[in-house]
Structure formats: structure tokens, C-alpha cells
């Protein structure tokens, strides 16, 4: 019985997403192309665990169970049907993963370089929480645009050296822990050398980047206000209703017309004929009577066995084709 759970292709999951997407967030990727890239890293075999009950392979599910709980913890997002993608924190987390990325050549949202592994969180010393203060409120965005001169008291205490190779900094309840134990989060700055250093760095940049469209989609509201004013009450007209129109008059039900003796004539061949009771869908003219045949009645239909191309094909009143032959006609 297999030992293997949704829990254990979680990274190699997130690996294979930063190598589809190129550590790029929001960059879309077909969810099945990662169950080839995901199997070999693992060296799993999807026949060698089973399918569920309606025959998809277990790895495959596994796979995606391990995006959903990508999904819960914010590290990837669905952004179509059938379509993951990673988002900032899941890039970082990807890039944690990849020993072969430095601050070269991983992408700039989410490059950090692996150093030697920090020890337990239990030994890291963790600052008490800052007075009240939102950090990401909009007033204090104008450091970023004009920031004064750089001071070190702005800037808090990294949380612990520049390494994602520890398995606490790989998780990202982990990390958000970190972020509440700072109080310059949203304000990085180049000019600062713990900025440099903090392992959150990346993060950082991304929340000030944040902040600043946050800022520019607020400017430009207040742009357009001046331009066309506040919005004004319309008055909505009611809508119009159009008359129904008058019902048809029922239609009558065709009636068939009153049927004659039959002439004489040969009518031997139609005892051997397929004759059947249908029910007319065109009018026709009866072989017997002459009469016609109205639409929605019932008729027999008599089709002698040397008929070709419908010749040989004829239509009859039930009770002409009963006067004529002593038959009755069958019902299919």
C-alpha cells in the first residue's frame, strides 16, 4: 500500500512552478503539464499507486490536493480553468527551493542568496510587538516617494541572517510572523544596509510596490473629480412594456371527409402489400375515393413489395382500404 500523501508533492509542486513560470508571478501554467515535471523529480511511478473511483491516477490528485493548500496559504492563485499560476510569496517560496538561484539570476521579485542554515526559530531572539502603528497606511507612503535621509533607528533588526535554506524560512506562516515583528515593513530602502540583509527584503519591496499603485490609483481618482466633478443622481426612465399580442384562434380539427364505396378496380395486390396506419403529416388524395387526405389524421400507407423509388406506393382512408380489401390495417 502506498505510503505517499498529497503533503509530500507540495514543494516538489512549487518547484516545478517556478521552473514552468520562470520564478514570474501570475504567469499562467496548464495544470497537467506539471504532472510529467513533478513524477520525474520525485521518481514516482503513477501506476504504481492506484486510481480513484472514477480513474484518476492517485499521484495526479495528489498533485492537485498539494496546489490546493498552495492556494490556501497564498503561495499560488487559479486564474483560469485549469490554470495555476504562483503568486509573490509563492515565487520566493519556489526560489527557496532552487539551490541553483543566486541574486544573479533569480528573477528581482524574489531572489535570495543560500547561505549556511540558520539555527531554530527557538534560539532567534524575537523583539516584542511595536505600539500600535499601521504600516501600511497611505500617510506614511510619502517616505516613500520623498524619503528623508536614512537613519538606522527606522529600520528594525533583521529577524535572522540572509538564508532561505532553513525549512522555517521556507514557510510562509513562518516568514509573516517575521513581518510582524518589525515595524519598517513596506519601507525598504537601498540606501540602508539592513535592508540589504534582511531576509525579507523581497517582500518588503513588493508591499511598498503595493502601496505606491494603492497611491497612483487614488491620485487619479481625485485627477478625474476636479475634471468632471462628483457623479451626479440620474433619473433612471421606467421601462416600457410592449402589448402582448392577441392569442390565435385555436386551430379546428381537421376532419376527415366522409368516405365512399370504393369502384371497382384491382385491389387483390394491396392483401400482400405492407399497409400501415400512420398519421399524415401532408395532405394527399385517397387511391379509392379520390378524396383528399387532410394533415393530422390518420391514413394507411400501402407499399407493394415490387415498389421502386415510391412507385407501387399508395394512400387510403382506413375505412376506404377496410371497403376494399376486408383487412384491417395494423398500428406500428
Not at 492556494?71 to 519556489?94: E, F
Not at 392483401?271 to 375515393?289: G, L, M, N, Y
Request: charged share 15%; hydrophobic share 40%.
Amino acid at each position: 500500500m502506498s505510503t505517499l500523501g498529497a503533503k509530500d508533492f507540495r514543494d516538489p509542486l512549487l518547484a516545478v512552478l517556478g521552473d514552468l513560470t520562470k520564478y514570474q508571478p501570475g504567469v499562467e501554467v496548464s495544470f497537467e503539464k506539471t504532472y510529467t515535471p513533478v513524477f520525474k523529480r520525485m521518481g514516482v511511478n503513477p501506476a504504481d499507486h492506484g486510481k480513484t473511483d472514477i480513474g484518476v491516477p492517485w499521484p495526479e490528485k495528489w498533485i492537485q490536493f498539494a496546489f490546493a493548500h498552495l492556494v490556501d496559504n497564498k503561495l499560488g492563485t487559479r486564474v483560469g480553468r485549469g490554470r495555476w499560476a504562483l503568486t509573490p510569496s509563492g515565487v520566493q517560496a519556489a526560489i527557496a527551493l532552487s539551490p541553483t538561484l543566486s541574486p544573479l539570476t533569480a528573477p528581482p521579485v524574489a531572489a535570495v542568496p543560500p547561505v549556511a542554515a540558520v539555527p531554530p526559530m527557538a534560539d532567534i531572539p524575537v523583539s516584542p510587538p511595536a505600539a500600535p502603528e499601521d504600516p501600511f497606511s497611505l500617510a506614511d507612503v510619502a517616505t516613500i516617494v520623498v524619503p528623508p535621509a536614512p537613519v538606522a533607528p527606522r529600520v528594525s533588526a533583521p529577524i535572522g541572517p540572509v538564508t532561505m535554506a532553513d525549512p522555517y524560512h521556507q514557510d510562509p506562516y513562518i516568514r509573516n510572523l517575521g513581518v510582524q515583528t518589525v515595524t519598517c515593513f513596506g519601507f525598504y530602502s537601498d540606501q540602508v544596509a539592513t535592508c540589504k540583509s534582511c531576509p525579507i527584503q523581497y517582500g518588503c519591496i513588493n508591499k511598498a510596490a503595493v502601496l505606491l499603485t494603492q497611491l497612483a490609483e487614488e491620485l487619479v481618482q481625485a485627477d478625474l473629480l476636479k475634471k468632471i466633478g462628483p457623479p451626479t443622481a440620474q433619473t433612471i426612465p421606467a421601462p416600457t412594456v410592449a402589448p402582448r399580442p392577441p392569442l390565435p384562434s385555436p386551430t379546428p380539427t381537421p376532419v376527415a371527409p366522409p368516405v365512399t364505396p370504393p369502384p371497382p378496380g384491382d385491389y387483390e395486390w394491396m392483401k400482400t402489400a405492407r399497409a400501415i396506419v400512420i398519421t399524415t403529416v401532408t395532405s394527399s388524395i385517397c387511391h379509392t375515393c379520390q378524396n383528399p387526405i387532410p394533415i393530422g389524421v390518420d391514413g394507411i400507407w400501402v407499399h407493394s413489395p415490387g415498389a421502386t423509388r415510391g412507385r407501387g406506393s399508395v394512400s387510403m382512408h382506413p375505412a376506404c382500404f377496410t371497403a376494399a380489401t376486408g383487412l384491417t390495417p395494423v398500428r406500428l
